[in-house]
């Protein structure tokens, strides 16, 4: 049976995944909730790690670790990049990358520490099964390249390197941090996101404005996609 770990970051992210079950259990754990539930077959564990990537990997690391949890789902908000993608849409991200991992003074490109590799995949057949919920109830998604940071983008600026550094679609704060502590544990993972602003000058008012909104397109659609594994 899958023990199936689904995070956000923050509690709006998961509230509306929450909202869809019934009998949860809540377990504390350094500093933070884990709510059990069974659905479908499935032994879920939901959590906000809280925001950034210090956080994420925590939550990470004690769903896989502690709760014994062998595949990973997460479920957010984002801000867009590529310009197809407007205020609400689907991201599901192919591989993820940490835009604000510097160690360029030594030579070594934008996003790399020795050890590490710039780009981390996501796992293929989550991605698959995903596409295919997508396909299925008409749902736009793009697959692409999400880019995370310790920094709530709100400039052109930023999101201009992030774009010619990395050909990122879009970015977040906690992705790339969960992508390597799955990766580094062989847990499967996908990391799901839907827009809430597209990073520039109004970015802090748009994300405000959608976050709710947004969060709860990302979360139905995982639900949509937890119904299939
Ligand atoms: N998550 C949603 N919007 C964001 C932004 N503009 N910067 C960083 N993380 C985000």
Same mark, same amino acid.
């Given at each position: 049976?899958?023990?199936?770990?689904?995070?956000?970051?923050?509690?709006?992210?998961? *509230?509306?995944?929450?909202?869809?079950? #019934?009998?949860?259990?809540? $377990?504390?754990?350094?500093? =933070?909730?884990?709510?059990? @539930?069974?659905?479908?077959?499935?032994?879920?564990?939901?959590?906000?790690?809280?925001?950034?990537?210090?956080?994420?990997?925590?939550?990470?690391?004690?769903?896989?670790?502690?709760?014994?949890?062998?595949?990973?789902?997460?479920?957010?908000?984002?801000?867009?990049?590529?310009?197809?993608?407007?205020?609400?849409?689907?991201?599901?991200?192919?591989?993820?990358?940490?835009?604000?991992?510097?160690?360029?003074?030594?030579?070594?490109?934008?996003?790399?520490?020795?050890?590490?590799?710039?780009?981390? *995949?996501?796992?293929?057949?989550?991605? #698959?099964?995903?596409?295919? $919920?997508?396909?299925?109830? =008409?749902?736009?998604?793009? @697959?692409?390249?999400?880019?995370?940071?310790?920094?709530?983008?709100?400039?052109?600026?930023?999101?201009?390197?992030?774009?010619?550094?990395?050909?990122?679609?879009?970015?977040?704060?906690?992705?790339?941090?969960?992508?390597?502590?799955?990766?580094?544990?062989?847990?499967?993972?996908?990391?799901?996101?839907?827009?809430?602003?597209?990073?520039?000058?109004?970015?802090?008012?748009?994300?405000?404005?959608?976050?709710?909104?947004?969060?709860?397109?990302?979360?139905?659609?995982?639900?949509?996609?937890?119904?299939?594994?």
């Amino acid at each position: 049976m899958i023990k199936l770990a689904i995070m956000g970051a923050m509690e709006e992210e998961i *509230e509306p995944l929450l909202a869809h079950f #019934e009998n949860i259990n809540v $377990v504390e754990f350094a500093d =933070n909730k884990y709510y059990e @539930v069974k659905y479908n077959g499935l032994e879920i564990v939901i959590a906000y790690s809280k925001i950034g990537k210090v956080f994420a990997s925590l939550t990470a690391a004690t769903m896989i670790e502690k709760f014994g949890c062998d595949t990973l789902l997460f479920s957010g908000v984002a801000g867009g990049i590529n310009p197809e993608l407007k205020i609400g849409d689907l991201i599901i991200a192919d591989k993820l990358c940490q835009h604000d991992l510097d160690i360029t003074a030594f030579g070594h490109p934008n996003g790399y520490v020795p050890g590490g590799k710039v780009f981390v *995949e996501t796992t293929k057949s989550l991605r #698959e099964i995903a596409i295919k $919920v997508a396909n299925e109830n =008409n749902l736009k998604v793009i @697959v692409g390249t999400i880019a995370t940071g310790d920094q709530f983008v709100h400039s052109t600026e930023r999101k201009d390197f992030i774009q010619s550094t990395f050909k990122a679609d879009a970015l977040e704060m906690e992705g790339a941090s969960v992508a390597v502590v799955c990766d580094a544990l062989n847990v499967p993972f996908f990391i799901l996101r839907a827009i809430s602003d597209t990073a520039d000058m109004d970015a802090g008012f748009d994300f405000d404005e959608f976050l709710k909104s947004s969060a709860k397109n990302s979360a139905d659609y995982l639900i949509k996609i937890v119904k299939e594994l």
